[in-house]
């Protein structure tokens, strides 16, 4: 999971961008990018948060009305300043070039394009091979146009496996975009007067003032021209199967995506696990959210459960989200300094938590210790969403089996091993329910189900599980 974000204006986009990457800081943390044009390509790209990544001479420094941005998530293989983005190509045109998502055949892609061409791949990440593969296509070509320009992207999905959402700023040209066919990552784009945005969340567009346009399609590539004008081609047929786990970890809860409120679909996560909840007749005295994603989910669990709602964890909110955090010992040390129980409203009390999902159960575990030290009487324990089992090949740093608690043990193994006297997950069906609106209703679920809508091979699920490369 990362983030980006495209923007042409009619000034300086630079303060734009920069306020678009801290409005998406939570999709990577890992490093920050911006690439701008003047008369020539202006690069800053730091490791760290937003505000680290950048000083007040990057603002002077970063000149130009269009740019793109990006932040990154860490991932195994993948971290160090050379992986960081935007990447860039010089030929046959400048091209800044960010990207989120996984390919999945990273390995045969680059030997083919270092074999039938002069390129070579110097980093381990997934987006210079991408930005060369669309720099060799259009080298073929004699001429510039839009529909050119859409001619080489559809070569790039003829024979790109994997997740991709991409934006990429051509120099006095323009800024390309395009979604993968299965539109796994989000993408939406919109206009102020004459300025242009494209970004991985709508709430980026509500915070800035552009007016939505609407979401990128699946397959679908759009060009922004420096002269202000907007093409778009469906280059694939549409297999569109977003990711599902945007909806209960990843997104924002005030970004729409594909039309679905974020929020509102964490509201039906709690309604649904009511009824998972009622079925095993738990006795509750209150619901407490791990916060900050679970908070919708145990406000409505809490409304159709008739119990009380408290916020009895704190959060340190200048700590940021452990599960991107690249080393396990590292989450699980912020742990308690991330969290702390309001011990005075759960003494004595039946508490019911609740919290997204439960990947390696580790955490889970140090946060009920949490709640049994502020002596509540009772701890059970809900999940937004289904047993985490298969690793994900489209990237998210899920990518071995061995990862899950849940991967081959009970539902019992799994309450015992996390210290809990009741636990309930989310069925397959709730979760599909709860985020489905009249027009998407077909998701990845891959990771929960292992029905994958992409396939791998055995050599590149062991590139995927062993985490060499770097995802967007
Ligand atoms: S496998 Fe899971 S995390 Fe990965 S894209 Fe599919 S739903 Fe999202």
């Known amino acids: ?116 061409s002069r390129r070579i791949i110097i ?15 259009l080298e073929k070509q004699s001429d510039f146009s839009p529909d050119l320009l859409f001619d080489a992207t559809k070569e790039l999905f003829k024979i790109v496996k994997g997740s991709y959402s991409v934006v990429a700023l051509i120099k006095d040209k323009g800024i390309l975009a395009f979604r993968d066919p299965y539109g796994i ?89 009511v009824k998972e909840i009622k079925k095993k007749g738990i006795d509750i005295d209150m619901v407490v959210p791990v916060p900050d994603t679970s908070r919708p989910v145990a406000i409505s669990l809490a409304e159709e459960l008739n119990v009380k709602y408290r916020e009895g964890l704190m959060k340190n909110r200048y700590i940021g989200r452990t599960f991107i955090m690249p080393h396990q010992s590292k989450r699980e040390e912020l742990i308690r300094i991330k969290l702390s ?10 508490v019911l938590l609740v919290d997204d999902s439960i990947v390696r159960g580790t955490t889970s575990k140090k946060i009920v210790q949490l709640i049994r030290e502020a002596d509540a009487k009772e701890v059970h324990f809900a999940s ?39 636990l309930t997950y989310q069925t397959i069906e709730g979760l599909i329910e709860a985020v489905s609106n009249d027009k998407v209703k077909k998701f990845c679920t891959a990771c929960f189900t292992g029905e994958y809508p992409i396939k791998a091979n055995e050599d590149e699920v062991q590139r995927i599980e062993t985490g060499r490369g770097c995802k967007g």
């Open 1 to 116: 999971m990362c983030g980006i974000v495209g923007i042409q204006g009619s000034d300086e986009v630079v303060s734009n961008i920069f306020d678009s990457l801290l409005i998406i800081q939570h999709r990577g943390q890992d490093a920050a990018g911006i690439v701008t044009c003047s008369d020539r390509f202006n690069i800053k790209k730091g490791e760290g948060l937003v505000r680290d990544a950048f000083q007040q001479e990057s603002f002077n420094y970063l000149k130009g009305n269009i740019g793109i941005g990006h932040v990154r998530y860490p991932t195994l293989g993948g971290m160090g300043i050379e992986n960081a983005q935007p990447f860039i190509s010089t030929a046959p045109y400048g091209i800044a070039f960010a990207f989120n998502g996984n390919i999945i055949n990273f390995e045969s892609l680059k030997e083919k394009l270092e074999k039938d």
């Open 123 to 137: 980093s381990t990440s997934d987006a210079e091979l991408l930005l060369n593969l669309l720099s060799a296509e």
């Open 185 to 273: 990552k989000p993408l939406i784009f919109g206009k102020k007067e004459n300025d242009f945005c494209v970004v991985s969340e709508s709430v980026v567009l509500d915070t800035l003032g552009y007016e939505i346009e609407r979401d990128v399609l699946p397959g679908e590539a759009i060009f922004f021209s420096t002269d202000g004008k907007l093409y778009t081609r469906k280059i694939s047929e549409e297999r569109h199967c977003p990711c599902i786990f945007e909806y209960v970890y990843f997104a924002r809860p005030d970004s729409i995506i594909d039309g679905i409120s974020v929020y509102e679909a964490r509201l039906n996560l709690g309604k649904n696990l």
């Open 341 to 350: 129980p309001v011990k005075e409203i759960m003494k004595g009390k039946k």
């Open 384 to 422: 937004s969403s289904p047993p985490l089992k298969y690793p994900c090949y489209y990237g998210i740093d899920m990518q071995t089996k061995g990862e899950f608690i849940a991967c081959k043990r009970s539902v019992e193994n799994v309450r015992d091993m996390i210290g809990v006297d009741s």
